[in-house]
């Protein structure tokens, strides 16, 4: 089978509240040819694990790192580096992605309201404009 991860499934992954289905998810991913993750479902489990489980950044940043180096998972490396990137500067997983992913499609500067954003990415080297 060649699966494609819901965001509750990488979130059963994570977080120890309910042990039957993180059984089930278990055996489930690792007797998949195949785990497609998508970059949408790793922002999400990174704002669910944020907003209800009260997991830390540090947790978070091993949590995509351990996911994204199972063997059979396949999902955007450089658009999920770039996101690691950005929560190990101290914003966003989603900010680093929309940065990356907009610059692979022609874009040249973020562009945003959030000032630590915009401050944080630019010390990774991305062009940016804070609108105020």
């Known amino acids: 089978m060649r699966v494609i991860a819901d965001t509750n499934l ?3 992954l994570v977080v120890d509240d309910d042990a039957a ?3 089930l998810c278990t055996k489930m991913l690792t007797q998949a040819e195949a785990v497609f993750v998508s970059i949408h479902a790793l922002c999400e489990m990174v704002w669910v694990l944020r907003s209800k489980y009260r997991v830390s950044r540090l947790d978070m940043i091993t949590a995509i790192e351990h996911i ?7 999902v955007d490396r450089p658009a ?4 690691l990137a950005a929560m190990r500067a101290g914003t966003d997983f989603a900010d680093g992605v929309i940065a990356h992913q907009g610059r692979m499609a022609g874009g040249d ?3 945003s309201f959030d000032r ?3 401050k944080r990415l630019a010390g990774l080297g991305i062009r940016t404009k804070r609108l105020q």
């Open 68 to 74: 994204c180096g199972i063997q059979n998972v396949v």
């Open 10 to 12: 990488l979130v059963r």
């Open 116 to 118: 630590d954003a915009a």
């Open 80 to 83: 999920a580096e770039a996101g």
């Open 109 to 111: 500067t973020f562009v």
């Open 21 to 23: 289905q993180q059984r």
